[in-house]
């Protein structure tokens, strides 16, 4: 019999205390991908915690020289020994990041919009083939689910996921979040669900309250935050915990980390909280530790 809440509509079971079972593989939905996958795969996500911190400075595709990336050879180096992913545009890679650093890639593969017009306009500028030339461990571009374009930023999606199939390159969908939707927990549940049953392999989503952990329970593949907006650092890693302790398996900050007042002690700060489940408190005397 199907239960229904007070207003009649049917309530949902998300069953958030069951984890989903990954047989043959430590990463949640990844357990039938093959080898090639797993590999790349099992490079952004440390195999012993299960979990990924990664490090977003592609800001500038779309935004130009952003605070605090202005001179990306000089603020992105120092924070990549803590770092365990980059997510960036080819441009910048090729252009200030040393091709000795071993750390895997997310490589952002959208064009075609700016802040001065619709962010949503967009069409895929980077090949997989492309991706793969430089090295890449996963292709990325976002999804406007609700958006003006939402299909064509699905159809730019579905491209990355069908051409990187064929080469064993991962897909990370981006649920991005205009300005009339809702951060909320029925939306992100939503959003996270439709690019993963798209294809995609892990997804960069929104923390939200109430009902975060509904929707990593009702995402099959990994959840990944983002870390959005600068705020102050507690509250930062605050955001960092709580996503992790409700089922996501990693973070993939920027702005709080390289906008942080010492942006080398912030990362290791939310290395802990990921890596450690250290709590906030604790991760915010060691970035005060660290400071010093």
């Given at each position: 019999m199907v239960d229904r809440d007070k207003s009649g509509e049917t309530t949902k079971d998300f069953s958030v205390d069951v984890p989903m079972e990954?047989?043959?593989?430590?990463?949640?939905?990844?357990?039938?991908?093959?080898?090639?996958?797993?590999?790349?795969?099992?490079?952004?996500?440390?195999?012993?915690?299960?979990?990924?911190?990664?490090?977003?400075?592609?800001?500038?595709?779309?935004?130009?020289?952003?605070?605090?990336?202005?001179?990306?050879?000089?603020?992105?180096?120092?924070?990549?020994?803590?770092?365990?992913?980059?997510?960036?545009?080819?441009?910048?890679?090729?252009?200030?990041?040393?091709?000795?650093?071993?750390?895997?890639l997310v490589m952002r593969c959208s064009t075609g919009a700016t802040i001065l017009k619709d962010l949503s306009d967009e069409v895929i500028g980077v090949t997989v083939q492309d991706a793969i030339a430089m090295n890449a461990s996963a292709v990325t571009t976002q999804a406007y689910i609700g958006g003006e374009h939402e299909k064509e930023t699905l159809a730019n999606l579905a491209r990355l996921i069908n051409e990187g199939n064929l080469y064993g390159m991962p897909t990370l969908g981006v649920t991005a979040v205009g300005r009339e939707l809702v951060r909320d927990s029925r939306y992100l549940g939503l959003a996270s669900r439709v690019v993963a049953e798209l294809g995609v392999h892990f997804v960069k989503t929104y923390y939200c309250e109430p009902g975060f952990d509904e929707v990593v329970a009702g995402c099959p593949v990994p959840i990944v935050i983002a870390g959005g907006k600068k705020m102050p650092e507690l509250d930062a890693l605050t955001m960092a915990y709580k996503a992790i302790d409700q089922g996501a398996l990693g973070v993939d900050m920027g702005r709080n980390i390289f906008l942080a007042e010492d942006p080398v002690a912030m990362i290791q700060a939310v290395r802990t909280v990921v890596h450690d489940g250290e709590k906030p408190d604790k991760a915010y005397d060691l970035y005060q530790t660290l400071k010093k």
């Open positions: 990954t047989p043959g593989f430590f990463l949640k939905g990844s357990a039938h991908l093959n080898w090639g996958m797993k590999n790349r795969l099992s490079r952004i996500f440390n195999p012993k915690t299960g979990k990924a911190v990664m490090l977003a400075f592609d800001h500038g595709y779309i935004m130009g020289p952003t605070s605090g990336l202005e001179r990306i050879d000089l603020s992105i180096p120092p924070l990549l020994p803590y770092t365990d992913c980059l997510m960036c545009a080819r441009g910048t890679l090729r252009s200030c990041i040393q091709p000795e650093i071993d750390k895997p």
